[in-house]
C-alpha cells in the first residue's frame, strides 16, 4: 500500500517529467500524448457529492456554445431541471464535444482507483504550475505544432475545465504581465472562450458550495482569512477585467471586454448560478450566497450596476412572484452585500423596480435586521438625497407599509421627514428640487396610512406640521409657498377626515395636481410591463377594446334614448344663459377727477365706487388742468383703498391708475411714495403695492413715445369743421386716390429708405431719475414697528432690490446713471453675505441691471474697484453658495461682466490700431 507521501512524489514526478518533455519535444504526437497524461487528472465535472445527490442531476455539466443540430440543443435543456426553456435558451446549455484525435483516452501513470486522489492532489498543489509552464510555452512556433483541434483539446482545454478561479486568474495576470505578441493574444483569446463557455457559472457556483468544514465549523482562523484574501483578489480581477484588458489592447479590444458586454454576460452567469442554488436549496442541501453577495456589490460599487440589475431584476421579479426559495434567496444575496457597496445596490435597485410589492418580495424583513438598510431606507435615501422620479419614493415608502412587521418604520420615517421639511432653516438654505422631493415622501407616506395610525398619532402629526406650514408660507418663493399648502392641506384631511380641512388659494397646475395624485399608493403594473412581454399585452388590449367600443356603443345609445324622452317634454325649458349681459345701473359714470375721488371714498354706495375705479386711469391719462393739484391726494387714497365690494379686477384696476399717477406726476407722486414706504402705519402688501407702481411708473416713462400720439391732449379737443366730407371707417380717400395716380405715372431710378428714420425723442425718466433712486434706499437700515427688512421682513428688502434694479435699468444713457450705480454697488458690498437666498438672488440681479446700463468704459474706468469687488463675490458664490438658484444666476453675472469687460478690451485696442 502506497504511503500519502509517497503517491504525490509520484504525481509531482509525473509532472515535472511532463513539463520537461513539453519544453524539449518538437514531435506534435508526443506533445499530445504528454497532454494526456495530464488531462485525465482535471476534474471532468467541478461538483460536490452534495450536488451529485440533487434529483441524480449533473448539475456541474460543463456550458459552451452550441455547434451542434438542434436535436442536441433540445436534449440539453434537461440537464438542469427547472429552467425553463427561454432560461435554457439564454444560457445555451450543451455538453462539450468529444475527443476527436485518435489518442487513447485515459493514461496508464494510475489506475482507476487512484485516479480520483491523483485528480485532487493535481488540482490542489500542481495546476496552477502546470498551466503557468503552458503560458510560458505559448509561442508562435510552439503553438504551430498544434492543428486547430489538437489545440482545442489538449491545449485549450487546461485552461477551460480545470479549476476555473485558478485558469482565470492565471490567463488575466498573463495578459497583463506580457507586452503585445502571440501568446497575448492567444490568453486573451482564452479569456474570451473562457467567457463563452460559461465557465464563469462553475467558477462562482465553486465559491457557493459549502464544505464539510464550514458546515461543521471547524474553519480556523487563518483559514478564514485565507480565503477572504483569495476572494477578494478573484472579485477584484473579476471586476475590473474590462480595464485591464482595455489598458492592454487599447483599440483592438474586443467587443465582448467591453464593458456593457462583460457584465451583462456576467449577469446571465450569475442568474445561472442561483438557479443552482434554487435546486440546491429545493433539495434541502446548503449552499452560500456569500460570494455572490460580495461580487454583486463590487460590481455596484465599480459603477456598473445599471447593466448587472437589468439582467437580474426582471428574472427576480418573475421568479419570486409564486416562490417562497427565490425570495428567500434574492434577500439573503442583495442583503448580504458587505456594508460600503450596500448603498450602490440599493441606490441602483429603487430605481430600477417598477413596484413597491416587488421590492418588499426582494428585501422581505431585511430591513429590521441590517441596521445599515434601515439607515439606507429611512434615512438617507429620503432625508440627504434627492431623485427626480417618483417611483424611487414609491418604492422606499411603499416597501415600509407593504408589511405589518415594517409598518412601526413608516410612521417613524414620517415624523422625521415632517421635521425636517419644516426646519425654517431647511427651508432657507436648500433647494428647491430638494424641497420638492421631501414633499413628495410625506404625501406618499400619508397615503400608506392606516386609519388606527392616522388616530393615534394624529396630534404628533399636527405639531410637527404647524411650524413648517409657516416656514413654507414665509418663504418669497412662490413654490414652496405651495408646497406647504398642498401639504397642509393633504396631512389635514387625512388625519381629521370629520373636522374642519385647510383650504389654500394657489395656482393648480400640473406639478400640483401631479403631488396630490401621490396620496394614491402606486398600482402593481404587471410583470408583463417587467419582462417586456408586448406581444401578449396586445392581445388582450386588442379584446378588451373591443369589447369596451360595444359597450359604449350601448351607453350612448339608451343616453340618447334618455335624452330624447326627456326633451319630449314642454315643461323644462332651458333657462337663459345671462352670464355675459351688461350689468344695469343707475350711479352716473364720474366724468373729472374730483368726482371721481368723491367716488372712491364712497361708503354707502357700490356702484359708485366701482364706476369710479374703472374710470379712474382714464380719467389720469386725460391730463385734467388741475392733476398736478389733486395727484397726491388721489395717489394717498388709491394706496389705502380696499376692496370692500368685491369689485372685479380690483387689483389691476387700482395698480394702473397710481402708475398713471406717476407717470404723468412723477417728482410728487414719487416723493409721496418713497416716503410713505418707510411710514410706520403699512402693512407688507402697502409697502410692496409701492414698490411696484415705482417700477412700473420708470419703466413707462423710459419707453419712447410716438409724437402722433404725444399730443393726446390735443387729439381730445373738439375737431375743427373741415370743408371736406368726412370720410367712413376703411373707405377710399381722395389722397389715396391721387397718391396712387402719382405713384402709377412716377418713375424712380434710385429708391431711397423706405421709411423715415425715427425722430430722436427726450428720455422723460433722466430729469426724475434720482427720484425714483435715491430716497427708496436712504433708509433701509431703519426698524419699525411694522418692518424690519434686514430682520424678518427680508422679502421687503428683496424686492426693493429688485426695483433698484429695474429704476436703473430705466435710467440708462442718462447723467445720473453713473452716480446711482456707484451708490447701488456700495448699497450691495453691505449686503453681499445675506443668509436669505431670495435676497442674494436680488442682490445679483442688481448687479447684471448695473452692468447692462453703465456704459462698459465708464465700468471699466470709473467704477473698476466695485467690479473687481463684486467679482470676486459672485465667483464665491458660484463655487459655495448652497442655492442651486443663486449659483446659476451668479454664473449668469459673471458672463455678462466678463463679456462687457471684453467688448470694452476690444474696441480700446481697435482705438490703438487705429
Known amino acids: 500500500m502506497m504511503s500519502d507521501s509517497d503517491f504525490k512524489l509520484r504525481v509531482r514526478q509525473v509532472v515535472n517529467e511532463v513539463k520537461n518533455r513539453l519544453s524539449t ?11 494526456q497524461r495530464l488531462k485525465c487528472l482535471l476534474p471532468s465535472a467541478q461538483q460536490t457529492p452534495d450536488e451529485r445527490s440533487v434529483k441524480g442531476t449533473d448539475l456541474n455539466t460543463k456550458i459552451v456554445l452550441s455547434t451542434e443540430n438542434d436535436s442536441n440543443q433540445s436534449n440539453s435543456n434537461e440537464d438542469l431541471p427547472g429552467l425553463t426553456s427561454d432560461t435554457a435558451k439564454l444560457f445555451d446549455v450543451t455538453k462539450l464535444k468529444p475527443d476527436r484525435t485518435g489518442l487513447p483516452p485515459s493514461s496508464n501513470d494510475f489506475s482507476e482507483s487512484e485516479l480520483s486522489k491523483a485528480q485532487e492532489e493535481f488540482c490542489n498543489h500542481h495546476y496552477i504550475r502546470f498551466l503557468e509552464c503552458l503560458v510560458d510555452l505559448m509561442n508562435l512556433e510552439w503553438c504551430g505544432r498544434f492543428d486547430v483541434i489538437q489545440r482545442r483539446d489538449y491545449l485549450d482545454v487546461f485552461f477551460l475545465r480545470g479549476v476555473p478561479q485558478d485558469a482565470f486568474l492565471v490567463l488575466l495576470s498573463a495578459v497583463i504581465q506580457s507586452s503585445p505578441s502571440f501568446k497575448q493574444n492567444k490568453c486573451v483569446s482564452l479569456l474570451e472562450d473562457f467567457l463563452l463557455t460559461h465557465c464563469m457559472v462553475s467558477m462562482v457556483w465553486s465559491q457557493c458550495c459549502i464544505t464539510s468544514s464550514d458546515e461543521k465549523g471547524a474553519c480556523s482562523s487563518s483559514s478564514v482569512a485565507r480565503q477572504k484574501m483569495e476572494w477578494n483578489q478573484l472579485i477584484n480581477m473579476m471586476v475590473t477585467l474590462p480595464d485591464r484588458i482595455a489598458s492592454k489592447m487599447k483599440d483592438k479590444c474586443r467587443d465582448i471586454f467591453y464593458p456593457k458586454q462583460y457584465f451583462t454576460v456576467l449577469g446571465k452567469e450569475i442568474l445561472h448560478v442561483l438557479y443552482k442554488v434554487h435546486l440546491q436549496l429545493k433539495a434541502t442541501k446548503d449552499c452560500s450566497l456569500v460570494f455572490a453577495s460580495q461580487l454583486i456589490g463590487r460590481i455596484c460599487v465599480s459603477g456598473h450596476a445599471d447593466i448587472l440589475f437589468a439582467v437580474l431584476l426582471p428574472h427576480f421579479a418573475k421568479l419570486t412572484k409564486d416562490d417562497f426559495i427565490w425570495s428567500r434567496i434574492c434577500t439573503r444575496l442583495i442583503a448580504g452585500t458587505p456594508e460600503r457597496s450596500l448603498e450602490s445596490v440599493m441606490h441602483c435597485m429603487v430605481q430600477q423596480i417598477p413596484w413597491y410589492g416587488v421590492m418588499s418580495r426582494l428585501l422581505g424583513d431585511a430591513v429590521l435586521a441590517n441596521r445599515q438598510l434601515d439607515y439606507l431606507l429611512t434615512n438617507k435615501f429620503l432625508l440627504h438625497r434627492y431623485y427626480q422620479q417618483d417611483i424611487v419614493p414609491q418604492n422606499i415608502i411603499g416597501y415600509l407599509a407593504d408589511s405589518p412587521n415594517r409598518h412601526h418604520l ?7 421627514v415632517l421635521e425636517v421639511w419644516g426646519d425654517g432653516s431647511a427651508v432657507k438654505h436648500t433647494s428647491y428640487d430638494q424641497q420638492l422631493y421631501l414633499t413628495k415622501v410625506i404625501l406618499i407616506s400619508i397615503g400608506h396610512l392606516t386609519d388606527r395610525e392616522r388616530k393615534d398619532n394624529k396630534n404628533d402629526l399636527m405639531l410637527k406640521l404647524m411650524p413648517g406650514v409657516q416656514s413654507h408660507i414665509n418663504s418669497p418663493i412662490i413654490k414652496v409657498r405651495r408646497l406647504g399648502m398642498i401639504v397642509a392641506e393633504a396631512l389635514t384631511k387625512t388625519v381629521q377626515a370629520d373636522g374642519p380641512k385647510l383650504a389654500f388659494e394657489y395656482e393648480k397646475d400640473a ?9 394614491v399608493p402606486a398600482e402593481d403594473p404587471g410583470i408583463q410591463s417587467l419582462t417586456k412581454n408586448m406581444e401578449e399585452i396586445s392581445v388582450d388590449m386588442a379584446d378588451t377594446g373591443s369589447v369596451t367600443m360595444d359597450t359604449s356603443n ?19 325649458l332651458e333657462p337663459y344663459d345671462m352670464t355675459y349681459d351688461p350689468k344695469v345701473t343707475q350711479v352716473k359714470t364720474p366724468m373729472y377727477i374730483r368726482d371721481c375721488m368723491e367716488g372712491l371714498l364712497s361708503r354707502d354706495n357700490p356702484d359708485l365706487f366701482e364706476s369710479s375705479l374703472k374710470v379712474c386711469e382714464q380719467l389720469i391719462r386725460a391730463e385734467p388742468d388741475d392733476l398736478q393739484d389733486v395727484c397726491v391726494e388721489v395717489t394717498k387714497i388709491l394706496l389705502h383703498l380696499d376692496n370692500n365690494y368685491d369689485t372685479d379686477n380690483f387689483t389691476a384696476l387700482r395698480h394702473n391708475a397710481m402708475i398713471s399717477l406717476a407717470v404723468l406726476c412723477p417728482v410728487q407722486v414719487s416723493q409721496y411714495l418713497t416716503t410713505e414706504f418707510y411710514d410706520r402705519n403699512y402693512s407688507i402688501r402697502h409697502r410692496l403695492d409701492v414698490l411696484e407702481v415705482l417700477a412700473s411708473a420708470a419703466q413707462e416713462l423710459s419707453q419712447p413715445t410716438d409724437n402722433s400720439s404725444s399730443s393726446s391732449a390735443t387729439s381730445r379737443r ?5 370743408p371736406l366730407p368726412v370720410d367712413l371707417p376703411g373707405s377710399e380717400t381722395w389722397r389715396d386716390i391721387v397718391q396712387k395716380r402719382i405713384e402709377s405715372k412716377t418713375r424712380r431710378f434710385a429708391k431711397g429708405s423706405s421709411k423715415p428714420l425715427p425722430k430722436p425723442v427726450a428720455n422723460r425718466f433722466a430729469s426724475v431719475a434720482g427720484y425714483f433712486f435715491f430716497p427708496l434706499m436712504n433708509r433701509y437700515d431703519s426698524k419699525l414697528n411694522t418692518m424690519d427688512m434686514l430682520g424678518e421682513d427680508f422679502l ?14 430705466a435710467a440708462q444713457n442718462t447723467t445720473a446713471c453713473r452716480q446711482m450705480a456707484s451708490s ?11 443668509t ?3 435676497v442674494r438672488q436680488a442682490l445679483l440681479f442688481a448687479v447684471s441691471m448695473v452692468i447692462l446700463s453703465v456704459p462698459s468704459h465708464m465700468l471699466v474706468s470709473d467704477l473698476q474697484d466695485e467690479l473687481l469687488e463684486c467679482k470676486l463675490w459672485i465667483e464665491d458664490i458660484v463655487e459655495s453658495d448652497p442655492d442651486n438658484e443663486c449659483k446659476r444666476l451668479a454664473a449668469q453675472t459673471l458672463v455678462l461682466m466678463q463679456s462687457s469687460v471684453k467688448k470694452e478690451l476690444n474696441m480700446a485696442s481697435t482705438d490703438n490700431t487705429t
Open 25 to 35: 519535444s518538437k514531435d506534435p504526437h508526443e506533445l499530445c500524448q504528454q497532454l
Open 410 to 416: 413608516l410612521v417613524k420615517t414620517l415624523k422625521t
Open 511 to 519: 406639478e400640483s395636481e401631479k403631488l396630490m395624485g401621490l396620496l
Open 554 to 572: 350601448t351607453s350612448d345609445n339608451g343616453k340618447c334614448s334618455q335624452q330624447g324622452e326627456e326633451l319630449d317634454s314642454d315643461d323644462d
Open 718 to 722: 373738439p375737431k375743427e369743421l373741415s
Open 796 to 809: 421687503l428688502l428683496g424686492r426693493m432690490l429688485y426695483t433698484l434694479g429695474v429704476v436703473i435699468h
Open 824 to 834: 447701488l454697488l456700495e448699497f450691495i458690498w453691505v449686503l453681499r453675505y445675506h
Open 836 to 838: 436669505e437666498p431670495f
